[in-house]
């Protein structure tokens, strides 16, 4: 794999805390680890005490250059909301001492990325993370949304990456030619 940078993808809660690593070079990827932060039904502090630890555990083990995390969707409940942006906060502010660069998905960006469909239901995820990391065994649902998020981002700064080399190309050619010349 040719220059691969490594993305830990985060699928924060405030009780379950997806993680997923990986290497990617944008166009193939390589599961490095994952899994699920259980955190339990212990008070809210000491829950975001633990995201925090225990992902910055991550962050010395695995030294990834990119953290990429979904972003905060409010639908009805404002307090579920406040608790999820709190496990979120507690994550990121995990990845500073090891200096990686943070961007965030929004969730129909993610699904779009992976599956194809900005509407794909959990178990679509699940199968093609499995699928696009060739998987032994299908990964858990929060397990597989922190792995899609990070294959998001591997894809997304694929095209960023892409983009910007082009634009800074030097051109092949400073003569300028008819195009009548061709038309013959």
């Not at 940078?5 to 997806?18: C, E, F, N, V």
């Not at 193939?28 to 502090?45: I, K, P, Q």
């Not at 299908?138 to 998020?149: G, H, R, Y």
Request: proline share 3%; hydrophobic share 40%.
């Amino acid at each position: 794999m040719d220059d691969p940078i490594r993305i830990l993808g985060i699928d924060p809660g405030s009780r379950i805390t997806g993680y997923g690593i990986i290497d990617s070079n944008g166009a193939v990827s390589r599961h490095v680890a994952s899994g699920c932060l259980r955190l339990g039904a212990g008070e809210f502090s000491e829950r975001l005490r633990e995201i925090f630890l225990r992902i910055g555990d991550l962050v010395s083990e695995y030294a990834p250059n990119h953290l990429a995390i979904e972003q905060v969707f409010v639908h009805k409940n404002a307090d579920s909301a406040l608790k999820l942006g709190h496990a979120r906060a507690a994550a990121i502010c995990a990845t500073f001492s090891g200096g990686a660069v943070f961007h965030e998905y929004a969730a129909r960006e993610v699904k779009q990325a992976v599956v194809g469909s900005g509407g794909a239901e959990k178990h679509q995820i699940q199968h093609m993370v499995k699928e696009i990391l060739t998987l032994e065994s299908t990964p858990v649902s929060d397990e597989a949304d922190a792995l899609a998020v990070a294959l998001c981002h591997a894809h997304s700064f694929r095209l960023q990456t892409g983009i910007t080399s082009l634009t800074s190309a030097p051109r092949r050619s400073t003569r300028r030619s008819s195009w009548r010349k061709f038309a013959g």
